[in-house]
């Protein structure tokens, strides 16, 4: 009977993390027998030898006090920039990398695929390929782990929280919950089925009934009467979406901030918290209660899908801005493929 001591190595931060876990174990085996051996090998040499031995009093070694201070001390660093260097690693994810959404909920993962798909405890993914895992909470923290991977992330409601990997071998892997959450804690469990591209496209080619995540997304923001005032490619109400996702935005408080996941979730709970300059508040009305993270999510990718392509983020911050100098902007504009 095979008895492993370490999970399957499944990915590729896989081995780096159990090489840091290792060095980590043997330094503390070394310095753990160190102590013990020089705690019996003193005991032993200046242990008393008769009634009425007094010791030589010691008035300490600067030297030695200095160097089992700085030895110690560098020794603990390499684990910090060791450590470092993976945590960095780990937490960003690569440019071409796939998105996958998941929603921890009480108690249950809910895995959406911006082709549509959607799953309860299942997540399929290609090998080889980069996935970037962006994660949300429908009610308490969760914690998004698969031990073949060697990554984990808590799953905080009311924000985002994102994790990649590259899986490096066909198969399949447990997802655990690793924070309580409350009674089914530990029945919060799921697999990751890692693919060959080709099996991989197949799957992808079966399901998703309901439209591409931005499909889904549109539905939404026309059930929820977003589109009344959030006209597209004309002034409404409200900010014209096209081309907001990952641009500059100034703020009527003379902020300015990137239009990103956590802006646009915000933007849609909590609108007067940063409002665009140019528009009034209290125009837009809360969505907090109405609408699901999944749903959310599917908005976000809509919004995303609005992007311009080949515009560079950053250069689009215009298109938000107040009708006037909008108008002057788009014009402006280089590459923006805009017309109106
Ligand atoms: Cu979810 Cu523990």
Redesign the pocket.
């Known amino acids: 009977m095979s008895f492993p001591l370490f999970p399957e190595a499944a990915s590729s931060m896989a081995r780096s993390v159990d090489y840091l876990y290792l060095y980590l174990s043997a330094v503390t085996v070394v310095m753990t027998a160190l102590i013990f051996a020089a705690v019996f090998f003193f005991a032993l040499k200046y242990r008393r030898r008769s009634e009425d031995e007094v010791p030589k009093q010691i008035h300490g070694s600067l030297i030695l006090e200095i160097s089992w201070s700085i030895i110690p001390f560098v020794v603990m660093l390499t684990f910090f920039w060791w450590g470092a260097q993976i945590f960095f690693e780990n937490a960003t994810p690569p440019k071409n990398a796939m998105d996958v959404y998941v929603v921890?909920k009480q108690?249950m993962w809910k895995i959406q695929y911006p082709q549509g798909q959607r799953e309860i405890n299942e997540l399929h993914v290609p090998v080889n390929r980069p996935v970037k895992i962006t994660l949300a909470s429908e009610d308490v923290i969760?914690?998004f782990f698969i031990p073949a991977f060697r990554i984990k992330h808590d799953v905080v409601p009311g924000r985002y929280d994102t994790m990649w990997f590259t899986a490096t071998k066909p198969g399949r892997y447990h997802i655990f919950?690793a924070?309580?959450?409350g009674t089914e804690?530990s029945g919060?469990v799921g697999w990751v089925t890692v693919m060959t591209e080709e099996d991989y496209e197949n799957w992808l080619s079966n399901g998703g009934v309901e439209g591409t995540m931005a499909q889904q997304g549109e539905r939404l923001f026309e059930q929820l009467g977003c589109s009344t005032c959030h006209l597209l490619d004309q002034q409404g109400r409200c900010p014209n979406l096209r081309g907001v996702y990952g641009s500059h935005i100034q703020l009527g408080d003379g902020r300015s901030i990137v239009a990103d996941d956590a802006y646009i979730r915000e933007s849609i709970l909590n609108p007067n918290a940063k409002v665009v300059a140019g528009y009034r508040p209290d125009v837009m009305p809360t969505f907090q209660g109405q609408i699901s993270e999944e749903q959310l999510l599917q908005l976000i990718v809509y919004i995303k899908s609005l992007a311009i392509p080949g515009a560079p983020a950053g250069q689009l911050g215009q298109v938000v801005a107040p009708p006037a100098a909008r108008a002057v902007a788009l014009h402006q504009a280089p590459g923006t493929g805009i017309q109106q």
Request: some cysteine; aromatic content about 20%.
């Open positions: 921890g108690w969760h914690s919950c924070e309580y959450c804690h919060m």
